[in-house]
């Protein structure tokens, strides 16, 4: 395997570790040829595992998801300065270390599905061939892939905590909700509505019985109901949620809020459920209803 150096900063990480050590002196001819022989090592290794040793377009491509994976754990572990980085390639363990970093950052953000399994294992493949790269590439976007991979894995784990913590059922069908923002955003009114509790599928029955306070109207006091929600959460997760939170969150949930009021005043009517659902469906269509529940209230 080829560790080509070029004078761009957009390569691989471990690219730009080696060219910035010969540029400063810090790295000798000896030095150079431990790191180039260990990663060849490593190559042979990550193609005898998932591709095939003996063909040279498989071993090529092992060496270039070993670059990636190291420049991933080698920005991780030194914080993206080049000495602290080069002193990890020095060090005994070499190349390993940030290798198993590497790895490990890109199976914590894996997200198991019902479909194809990944050629490698607890590794997304898609997210592995952005982070993979050559070592003379002019451009390396693997740090930005695995970030992006990171926040879709923040944003799913804290809408399981809150489906886990906040809802009665625990069985969800994954098309019920299609963001983050929508769960939070039933708990959030549910719980304002009935005075706290875990979320049911009878808000549209209750309803009929609420007493609405003229407070309840503002952004501010649905402020106060959000974070009162996100207390209960721990602190990491609940960072999570608000930086997923968009302008408009609150100012969509107080127009549910007063949805909600006139679609009382149509039960207390005794409106038909043709008519309930008309009227639901007209307004859902006007301006989005976030933290209404969709389901069938039988």
């Known amino acids: 395997m080829q560790l080509v150096v070029r004078d761009s900063q957009q390569g691989p990480f471990l690219t730009q570790v080696i060219r910035h050590a010969q540029a400063a002196e810090q790295l000798n001819a000896t030095e150079l040829a431990q790191i180039k022989s260990k990663a060849v090592l490593m190559s042979l290794k990550f193609a005898d595992k998932f591709y095939n040793k003996y063909k040279m377009h498989l071993l090529e491509q092992a060496a270039y998801d070993v670059i990636g994976i190291v420049s991933l754990g080698l920005m991780a572990l030194s914080d993206k300065d080049p000495v602290r980085a080069l002193q990890l390639l020095l060090a005994p363990e070499g190349l390993v270390k940030p290798f198993q970093k590497g790895w490990h950052m890109l199976s914590t953000v894996h997200r198991k599905t019902s479909g194809k399994s990944s050629l490698y294992g607890e590794v997304d493949e898609q997210l592995l061939s952005q982070v993979s790269c050559p070592p003379d590439a002019e451009e ?146 006007t301006s989005p209803l976030l933290g209404w529940p969709h389901y069938l209230d039988l």
């Open 140 to 285: 390396w976007l693997g740090w930005q892939a695995y970030q992006q991979a990171l926040t879709e894995h923040h944003r799913f784990q804290a809408m399981q905590l809150l489906r886990q913590q906040f809802y009665q059922r625990q069985q969800f069908d994954e098309f019920e909700h299609f963001s983050l923002e929508e769960v939070l955003a039933e708990i959030v009114l549910y719980r304002a509505l009935t005075g706290g509790g875990q979320v049911k599928q009878d808000l549209k029955r209750r309803l009929r019985e609420i007493d609405f306070a003229e407070h309840w109207f503002n952004d501010a006091y649905l402020m106060l109901q959000t974070e009162a929600v996100l207390a209960e959460l721990p602190a990491e997760n609940a960072s999570a949620i608000r930086q997923d939170l968009g302008q408009h969150f609150h100012p969509a949930l107080q127009r549910t809020l007063l949805f909600c009021r006139e679609y009382q005043k149509q039960q207390r009517l005794d409106a038909s459920p043709e008519k309930l659902d008309a009227f639901e469906h007209k307004h859902g269509l």
